[in-house]
């Protein structure tokens, strides 16, 4: 008898423990966090200004000593005589003189070369 007593304590505690689940609204009815941005600013909206690169001056024209031949982002253009490169490798003029372009004869990519033909070397060509 002992035993379907506390059987009967043990169903009656464990009915005791099962409560019933609450019950949550359905989800229709649930608002969530917004997912979107609010208007009013782009995310791509921002430029650099342009880096004024390129060729100064044409072959033919006059340059002084010291004045900018090509403005360029890698050495696409390589010195030639009285010529120098700076460490952006822009090429400028050394010595007073005409530019002059020419290509290297032997360089399979038949690379530019850039030269500043001198007073006396322009006299005599």
């Known amino acids: 008898m002992s035993t379907s ?3 009967l304590w043990r169903t009656s505690q464990q009915v005791a423990l099962r409560r019933p689940v609450p019950s949550f609204p359905s989800t229709a009815t649930v608002r969530g966090m917004a997912t979107k941005k609010q208007g009013g600013s782009s995310g791509n909206g921002r430029d ?5 690169l390129g060729i100064k001056l ?3 024209m006059k340059a002084k000593a010291g004045s900018i031949v090509i403005r360029q982002r890698g ?3 390589r010195p030639g005589d009285n010529v120098g490169m700076g460490k952006d490798h ?3 003029a050394t010595q ?3 530019v002059q372009f020419s290509r290297h004869p032997y360089h399979k ?3 530019h070369i850039v030269s500043i033909l001198q007073q006396e070397e322009q006299a005599m060509a």
Request: aromatic share 14%; glycine share 14%.
């Open 109 to 111: 990519k038949k690379r």
């Open 75 to 77: 050495a696409k253009f």
């Open 48 to 52: 650099s200004a342009g880096r004024r």
């Open 58 to 60: 044409y072959p033919g």
């Open 90 to 92: 822009t090429i400028f």
């Open 5 to 7: 007593i506390s059987l």
């Open 96 to 98: 007073p003189g005409v």
